[in-house]
């Protein structure tokens, strides 16, 4: 039998990290993503951007040439294939022992992959790490002090049998992101399968206290992930895990699904999907519960 913790432990004191971007259409988001990565105080780092055909795309591959930086590569394809796909592209290009991701329209702090490498010992009995973030719902900040923090339950299946706690990103070791990749199938969720997954075969995920993340959320730029197919992929996501569901977690799955869908329930339906965090939810649906995020 295979051992599922096997190669955990690395004798290098700075093993290689692979960051993994893909991006479309979002040239000065992306360059500011970029110079998050170029500011990290940990400095063995490979970050590998996979363009999805974008239309506009001059300026960014000019930041990248002009920077020079060998632990930079970019590659811009032929077609656009999806986010999913190229990040599997990306995660199987890589030559780091561990691997994480940056969305082109999120920045890091300084210290996101400093916190992660201090606990990387964690992953012997953790599929992954994962942190708290900030918020931003402008286009920019001048300081911290003036974001929203987002933080993050500690791992409980319970939870996240529910709904994401993790968020977009995580850190583990890079085989076992390439034993389980991003189900390019789905049209959202796409996180919240992947790391589901690996949590499955590897065990319990590991949070970290530290805030490492500023993620923008009113950027006013487009989605890789159209809105529209939402409901599609999280029902697709309901159906693929729902056998490993306890009833609890069903409704609540179901509920979020009339919520994506903007579709009103009858009362017999609310009467079937009733517990008591639903009916909480229900009753903020006109009010900060249109602002939750999934």
């Not at 479309?24 to 993503?33: D, H, M, P, S, V």
């Not at 000019?62 to 394809?77: A, E, G, S, W």
């Not at 923090?149 to 390439?178: C, E, H, S, W």
């Amino acid at each position: 039998m295979e051992d599922k913790y096997a190669g955990v432990v690395t004798h290098s004191s700075q093993p290689l990290v692979t960051v993994y971007m893909p991006t479309w259409n979002r040239e000065k988001l992306t360059i500011r993503a970029i110079e998050s990565v170029l500011k990290q105080d940990y400095t063995n780092w490979e970050l590998i951007i996979i363009d999805d055909f974008s239309s506009s795309y001059q300026q960014l591959q000019t930041f990248i040439t002009v920077l020079n930086d060998p632990r930079i590569t970019y590659i811009r394809n032929e077609f656009n294939s999806g986010a999913c796909a190229v990040r599997n592209q990306a995660i199987q290009m890589a030559r780091g022992h561990l691997i994480t991701g940056l969305d082109d329209d999120d920045e890091w702090l300084p210290t996101r992959l400093s916190s992660f490498l201090a606990c990387r010992h964690k992953l012997e009995h953790h599929a992954f790490l994962y942190a708290n973030d900030y918020l931003c719902d402008s286009s920019g900040y001048d300081s911290l002090g003036e974001l929203k923090n987002y933080p993050k339950p500690a791992y409980k299946k319970r939870l996240f049998d529910k709904r994401n706690i993790v968020g977009n990103q995580m850190l583990t070791l890079t085989g076992r992101m390439r034993k389980t990749l991003f189900d390019e199938k789905l049209s959202a969720a796409q996180d919240y399968d992947a790391f589901y997954r690996l949590a499955e075969t590897y065990g319990d995920p590991f949070k970290l206290d530290d805030i490492t993340q500023v993620l923008y959320v009113n950027h006013g730029e487009a989605r890789i992930t159209c809105s529209g197919r939402k409901f599609a992929g999280y029902l697709d996501f309901y159906r693929k895990h729902k056998s490993k569901l306890d009833a609890s977690s069903r409704k609540y799955q179901l509920f979020t699904l009339y919520y994506i869908r903007n579709k009103r329930m009858s009362s017999r339906t609310l009467i079937a999907l009733l517990t008591l965090r639903n009916l909480k939810r229900y009753l903020m649906m006109y009010s900060s519960f249109r602002n939750r995020k999934f």
